[in-house]
């Protein structure tokens, strides 16, 4: 199995030598592909180092700006596909996904799941360093998620996720338009309604020590409207659809 873990970086110089050494520790093989937006810390210069030592396990696209979480993962999903990689994990750079949970991921979909997450919500998940404050806006968003899609997902702005290959090769990326915690939910909502089986993996989620959160207040803005509209737009799609059958009769 050729096994690729993504990991978007932005003013990460801080965590990102030490997260990709740990990827790099395992004997089962992971190659890392770093998605770079431009950041002016030096992160891409540390993960050019790396590659000197690691030139056929260790990869950076960069990217000339800021343009956003789900638009780094897009791109690094296609480039993925386009090497024939059979696993793609996502990752963060800053090991609130601790990396020995990586084998975990790929057991379930060894077991037969298409897509695994990386769950905090499901018995044996949990967080760690949390807020209170956060903690009421990250499950009250699952809850509100599931109740709205109906998705029987209980974490699905989990961003610990492996995705087998086919799966990314069914969706249609580039109709995957939310950039933040959004775009966690549309591409498990896009998995799900094409029938692929999710499989929830307990994780324990530590909060960052270093460096700064990206979550501002237009990224839970943008989860709370974006699930309203992936729904709408799958219940247009199927009434669509509905409409077209009849007129073949």
Not at 99 to 113: H, M, W
Not at 146 to 159: E, L, N, S
Request: glycine share 8%.
């Amino acid at each position: 199995m050729k096994k690729i873990v993504l990991i978007p970086t932005y003013n990460e110089k801080e965590n990102i030598s030490s997260i990709i050494d740990a990827v790099l520790s395992f004997t089962t093989g992971y190659h890392v592909l770093v998605i770079d937006d431009g950041s002016p810390d030096g992160t891409a210069d540390i993960v050019r180092g790396i590659m000197q030592n690691h030139p056929e396990r260790v990869f950076i696209e960069c990217r000339s700006g800021k343009l956003g979480l789900g638009t780094a993962y897009i791109h690094g999903f296609k480039w993925a596909l386009a090497r024939n990689y059979d696993y793609i994990i996502e990752m963060d750079a800053d090991f609130s996904h601790n990396p020995n949970d990586l084998d975990r991921l790929c057991a379930a979909c060894d077991a037969g799941a298409d897509v695994a997450v990386g769950s905090r919500y499901i018995k044996g998940g949990a967080t760690e360093n949390w807020p209170l404050d956060r903690k009421i806006y990250s499950q009250g968003g699952s809850a509100y998620t599931r109740i709205i899609t109906g998705m029987p997902v209980k974490d699905p702005t989990a961003g610990f996720v492996c995705y087998k290959n086919k799966v990314l090769a069914a969706i249609n990326l580039d109709n995957i338009k939310f950039i933040g915690y959004a775009f966690q939910i549309e591409m498990k909502f896009a998995s799900w309604k094409l029938g692929f089986k999710i499989k929830e993996v307990p994780i324990i989620f530590i909060d960052r020590k270093i460096g700064v959160s990206k979550m501002s207040k237009g990224i839970i803005k943008e989860a709370i409207l974006g699930v309203l509209n992936m729904q709408w737009l799958s219940i247009t799609g199927r009434f669509i659809r509905m409409i077209k059958k009849i007129n073949l009769f």
